[in-house]
């Protein structure tokens, strides 16, 4: 007799939680929007944006005037169209467990483009609807020794 007891306990118990459950999700009130408009300055070199359908984001071209710096930590690859650092490496971390290959923090490939980018756009931005900034370097790739930590780049 005590089981009985016990089991219709319990089956009251988890009807009332399932009661309970129900009533909770019909009585509370579903969040709304908050109603804020944003209203974005412009000016004529920027390009407007577009409140359609987004276009899905495609692999930004990378240019073929790449510059190489390295130090003891990171080695940078760095697109001269634009100054974007278009791959980065850590020299003194394996991507894996005693792995010859070293810790790729961004890289530029098919189908995962991960690059760190200027992007000043503005009146007084570099990066125009005429086309990015070309930057002229003195050579192709650059060493920064140990204990010094600046390079120059015009």
Known sequence: MDSQRNILLIAL???SFLLFQQWN?????QPQGQGVTQQAQT???VPAGSDAVQQPVTDTAV?????????DVLTLTVDTQGGDVV???LRQYDADLN??????LLKSEAGHTFTAQSG???ADGIDTT??????TVSAKAFELAEGRVNCAFR
């Open 13 to 15: 118990l988890f009807v």
């Open 25 to 29: 999700a019909e009585t509370t009130p």
């Open 43 to 45: 000016s004529g070199d």
């Open 63 to 71: 240019s073929d005037k790449l510059i190489t710096i390295e130090s």
């Open 87 to 89: 791959h980065a490496e």
């Open 99 to 104: 792995s010859d290959n070293k810790f790729v």
């Open 120 to 122: 000043l756009i503005g």
């Open 130 to 135: 005429k086309g990015r900034a070309e930057f």
